[in-house]
């Protein structure tokens, strides 16, 4: 993907990412959704240690904390995406990144909470939850 770097809409957080990307897709479920306030969103993980930040990213704990959603504290972009049973990666949004345009999806998620009035129409596999629980529609 090249040189992995974004920012929240502010400006004040930043991130540079060494990655390397492991994977990078669409997730329809309803928790990215609603954190992120679109029908789906857009993103990618990386090693959570490569990344290098700048700025100050507040903390949202859901699932009983095991997921952490972190976003600027200033306008409230929302930044990475973290779960404890992947504790070695980060969850960034294609959205974020300087360049979006540089984000290769290869797969859809949750695909069975996609919204009935979004229409997808790429090839991409879909799998009606993660890829590692579940074989694509
Ligand atoms: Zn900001």
């Known amino acids: 993907m090249g040189e992995i770097r ?3 809409l502010c400006g004040v957080v930043t991130y ?3 990655g390397p990307v492991l994977w990078a897709g669409h997730c329809h ?8 306030a679109s029908p789906m969103t857009s993103f ?3 090693p959570r240690d490569s990344v290098t930040w700048g700025g ?8 009983d904390g095991k ?3 972190q976003y600027c504290a200033a306008c409230g972009t929302q930044m990475t995406y973290q779960f404890d049973g992947w504790p070695e990666e980060t969850h960034l949004y294609a959205s974020t990144l300087e360049d979006p345009a540089q984000f290769q999806p290869t ?3 949750h695909y069975a909470e996609k919204l009935p009035w979004l229409h997808i ?3 991409l596999p879909k799998y009606p939850g993660s890829a590692n629980t579940s074989e694509p529609l």
Not at 29 to 36: E, K, L, Q, W
Not at 56 to 63: E, M, R, T
Request: aromatic content about 6%; proline content about 0%; some cysteine.
């Open 67 to 69: 997921v952490r959603r």
């Open 121 to 123: 129409t790429d090839e």
């Open 56 to 63: 100050k990213l507040a903390n949202h704990l859901s699932s």
């Open 29 to 36: 479920c309803g928790s990215c959704r609603r954190a992120t």
């Open 44 to 46: 990618f993980g990386v």
């Open 107 to 109: 797969a859809h998620f």
């Open 16 to 18: 540079v990412a060494s």
């Open 6 to 8: 974004g920012h929240c």
